[in-house]
């Protein structure tokens, strides 16, 4: 998920688009927000002048309106982008602005963007697994209002948390999940619902393939469901892309599993956290434990080819001047510029590896950081399991059943032992030492905040 921003779309619509600025201006000035009274921090690279076409990109702002995210995505150089098309943590929001839309096409249209390159976001108080009529109700409201926000707006692609079981057996979860999938489809015509997967930890769906391939067999119509890959949340959840034979492995057992044919989009994150941890922590590309090794597996893989990628790392930084803390867009554009270069780039170079040495070295002390507290947890849980008697996982489990079941199913899995029925077979076994407990940082339904990213 994206970090966390304080700017969303109602916040502006509803507080700051009252008709004084309306009236008077006309569809292309109400475009352009503040940022581009400034010189663009980066140009867009022609996809042509790459070795393989990487449409890479950022989860930019829309504040003030949806319109306004093409000249923020330009702003930067972005040639994919994400946004949110109303507020993310609200349950209701305005409904789209008519003059809002007319000027979004207007814009795309002058940027020549595509709209097979945007991906926006979902909210994130929807579970589209709510077991509680209500709730659920509640929660497809958002969900489908969404669809029909891209709809208007020509944006083929929609990316969403599978969310969460609530404690129920998962392929219960699952099942509700693809069957308010199934009505959101018959509500709308053609955007694609692409499911986001997930950091893997407590009762959170979509840490493995395993859950979106089951989550896709139950939906009706194939042609409107998808996947988009986070690899921050991919390693969290115990899948290794740091080598290339590991990203080889791990995108090979993508294809089996779930099939290349179904990925639609990627989310290009660096963890702060080690492998398995189950931590959804976001850190700057080549900074964190995947590393940047991770990353030109990922911008020189044929199946990612016109794939939406966007970036959602941190870009909070002190301003020495100031000493206050703020958003700077440059990280981003350089990021953008970075996994470009990375394209066609022969990893064994010596600008490969001093690039590589850089970046890594910025983020040792904040991986030293994570990889204590990870540590310390893993302590802490095998003195409690000791002193207990309780019996944690063992080798035995496949890499991400293990870590799923771990992670807070304990309740599941007395419930349901029928939920092993659901996925199809792993082959690897588990990265042993996470796997433990990680349930024990039992988050409830609608807890996906803490320091967490999402
Ligand atoms: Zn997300
Ligand atoms: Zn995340």
Redesign the pocket.
């Known amino acids: ?1 994206p970090p966390k921003r304080k700017s969303t779309i109602s916040a502006s619509t509803s507080k700051e688009a009252p008709a004084t600025k309306k009236t008077k201006t006309t569809t292309s000035k109400a475009s352009k927000p503040s940022s581009t009274h400034e010189m663009p921090l980066a140009s867009r690279t022609p996809i042509t002048s790459l070795a393989r076409p990487m449409y890479i990109g950022a989860h930019i702002s829309a504040a003030g309106g949806v319109q306004n995210s093409i000249p923020n995505a330009m702003h930067i150089g972005s040639n994919a982008f994400a946004l949110f098309l109303k507020s993310q943590r609200k349950w209701t929001s305005p409904p789209l602005d008519p003059s809002a839309r007319d000027a979004f096409h207007e814009n795309m249209k002058a940027h020549s963007y595509s709209y097979d390159h945007i991906l926006p976001h979902g909210s994130y108080l929807v579970n589209l697994a709510q077991a509680d009529p209500t709730k659920a109700e509640q929660a497809y409201a958002n969900f489908v209002d969404d669809l029909k926000r891209c709809e208007s707006l020509g944006i083929k692609l929609y990316n969403f948390h599978p969310g969460y079981t609530g404690g129920a057996p998962r392929p219960e979860a699952l099942s509700r999940i693809a069957s308010q999938l199934n009505r959101a489809h018959a509500a709308t015509s053609s955007v694609v619902t692409v499911i986001e997967n997930m ?1 893997g930890h407590g009762n959170v769906v979509g840490g493995s393939f395993a859950d979106m391939a089951t989550i896709i067999s139950r939906v009706d119509d194939k042609s409107r469901v998808g996947v988009c890959i ?1 690899t ?2 991919a390693f969290a959840a115990g899948y290794d892309l740091r080598t290339p034979s590991s990203f080889r492995e791990v995108m090979d057992e993508f294809s089996s599993e779930v099939g290349l044919g179904y990925l639609r989009a990627l989310h290009l ?1 660096d963890s702060k956290a080690p492998l398995g941890a189950g931590r ?1 922590v ?1 850190a700057n590309i080549g900074a964190g434990f995947l590393g940047l090794r991770a990353f030109h597996s990922v911008v020189n893989f044929a199946g990612f080819e016109n794939l939406p990628m966007v970036l ?1 790392t941190p870009i909070d930084r002190t301003n020495p001047a100031s000493g206050k803390t703020e958003e700077d867009k440059q990280v981003w554009a350089d990021e953008i510029k970075l996994l470009e270069k990375l394209v066609g780039m022969d990893a064994e170079s010596e600008e490969f590896k001093s690039l590589e040495e850089d970046l890594s070295s910025k983020g040792e002390k904040e991986r030293e950081k994570f990889q204590d507290q990870v540590d310390r947890k893993k302590e802490k849980d095998a003195r409690k399991a000791g002193g207990t008697g309780k019996k944690g996982t063992t080798g035995k489990q496949t890499k991400l059943a293990g870590m799923a079941a771990a992670a807070g199913e304990s309740k599941e899995k007395k419930k349901a032992p029928a939920k092993k029925a659901a996925p199809p077979a792993r082959k690897k076994a588990a990265p042993a030492p996470k796997a433990k407990k990680r349930g024990k940082r039992r988050r409830s339904d609608d807890d996906t905040s803490n320091e967490e ?2």
């Open positions: 998920m950091a986070d921050c949340h994150n959804d976001h959602e990213d999402e």
